[in-house]
């Protein structure tokens, strides 16, 4: 067996038939994502593969953070929720983790981060309390989806339909970057710079789309990039108008999307991303008929390190985030994206 680093701006063929055919494997495993983030962020990426006989036995993504602000990191895989090694055996694994281990020591990071759906290792720093997912099998019959849907949610999805809401697939995400902005600055948070849209549009194609939903008159309230890997649809980055929720659009949008899904892509899996263990998006998911998985987050850390806990929920940030929220939605246009690339 033999340690190989890929090129991603490279041929990526085997790379990415190797994540399709994996079953441990996500979308953000594929070679797309990576260069999405460093074209349009400028982060360095170390693409890892073990190869045995001239074929690709495992691979772990790494993208590299250097931060004043956050440290400097290594992320499997940054900008997303899941990442981590996928492999065919334990001496691949093995490997792995030495090349791992070598990269920590040489970039001298003072973490490195697998975000995995499912546990690996027994011996690393592991926190499984943070975040959940949510996925759930969908039928070929959209009636059968709908009756799926607990009562209270599809009173709200009927609500958008009774409305005259419609959905339709953008070409390019300016509308969706708007909203979104708007919302994340909402919620305290600073923006990813619009280009790294513009970029997983570019990369990904087909499989990746913009449902933006409309008024009766045109006027978009909602919208969400969504990603399609192999049988599974992957709703990633939405936002919504101050008037999306009096008229039920955020649910309107993710029933136009399961529908749109199993009709035109014959999708089998919703995969409704993470969120954080106590929050409203938890709740929402919940409230959808999801039953939260915990994600298990894998660590190698500098001798006498502590976990890594850059999140919303962190005291220290309350300040930062109640600044945020009063900035001016131009400002934190401008200014989110120099605080947002160093996050992960």
């Known amino acids: 067996m033999q340690v190989k680093m890929l090129n991603i701006f490279e041929d990526c063929s085997k790379w990415d038939d190797y994540v399709l055919k994996?079953?441990?494997?996500?979308?953000?495993?594929?070679?797309?994502?990576?260069?999405?983030?460093?074209?349009?962020?400028?982060?360095?990426?170390?693409?890892?593969?073990?190869?045995?006989?001239?074929?690709?036995?495992g691979l772990i993504p790494l993208i590299h953070i250097k931060s004043k602000l956050f440290g400097n990191s290594l992320i499997s895989v940054a900008f997303a929720t899941n990442g981590g090694p996928i492999f065919d055996n334990i001496s691949a694994l093995n490997l792995l983790d030495e090349?791992?281990?070598?990269?920590?020591?040489?970039?001298?990071?003072?973490?490195?981060?697998?975000?995995?759906?499912?546990?690996?290792?027994?011996?690393w720093p592991t926190k499984n309390e943070t975040y959940s997912t949510f996925r759930k099998n969908l039928s070929p019959d959209n009636e059968e989806?709908?009756?799926?849907?607990?009562?209270?949610?599809?009173?709200?999805?009927?609500?958008?339909?009774?409305?005259?809401?419609?959905?339709?697939?953008?070409?390019?995400?300016?509308?969706?970057?708007s909203m979104y902005s708007e919302s994340v600055r909402n919620l305290g948070s600073p923006v990813f710079p619009k280009k790294l849209f513009y970029c997983l549009k570019q990369e990904?194609?087909?499989?990746?789309?913009?449902?933006?939903?409309?008024?009766?008159?045109?006027?978009p309230v909602s919208s969400v990039m969504t990603f399609y890997f192999r049988d599974e649809v992957v709703p990633y980055y939405g936002g919504g108008t101050n008037e999306a929720r009096a008229l039920a659009a955020n649910d309107f949008m993710?029933?136009?999307?399961?529908?749109?899904?199993?009709?035109?892509?014959?999708?089998?899996?919703?995969?409704?991303?993470?969120?954080?263990?106590?929050?409203?998006?938890?709740?929402?998911?919940?409230?959808?008929?999801?039953?939260?998985?915990?994600?298990?987050y894998e660590f190698i850390l500098k001798e006498g390190g502590q976990?890594?806990?850059?999140?919303p929920l962190n005291p220290k940030y309350q300040l930062m985030i109640k600044t945020w929220k009063k900035l001016p939605l131009p400002i934190a246009n401008?200014?989110?994206?120099?605080i947002s690339r160093s996050l992960g």
Not at 100 to 112: G, H, I, T
Not at 334 to 338: F, I
Request: with cysteine; aromatic share 12%; glycine share 8%.
């Open 22 to 57: 994996h079953s441990a494997a996500t979308v953000y495993h594929m070679s797309a994502w990576g260069r999405a983030v460093s074209a349009s962020m400028g982060h360095d990426c170390y693409y890892i593969y073990i190869e045995d006989k001239g074929e690709i036995c």
């Open 99 to 123: 090349e791992c281990r070598r990269l920590f020591s040489a970039l001298n990071v003072d973490f490195l981060e697998c975000r995995n759906m499912a546990a690996i290792h027994d011996d």
């Open 145 to 177: 989806n709908m009756k799926a849907i607990p009562r209270k949610q599809r009173a709200m999805v009927r609500k958008g339909i009774k409305f005259g809401l419609k959905a339709v697939i953008d070409p390019l995400p300016d509308r969706l970057f």
């Open 204 to 219: 990904f194609g087909d499989n990746c789309e913009i449902l933006t939903v409309e008024t009766s008159e045109g006027q």
């Open 254 to 296: 993710y029933w136009s999307l399961m529908a749109h899904a199993v009709s035109h892509k014959q999708c089998l899996i919703f995969d409704f991303g993470r969120s954080k263990n106590g929050t409203g998006a938890f709740s929402f998911k919940k409230n959808w008929g999801f039953e939260p998985k915990a994600l298990h």
């Open 307 to 311: 976990l890594p806990d850059i999140n």
């Open 334 to 338: 401008m200014v989110g994206p120099l």
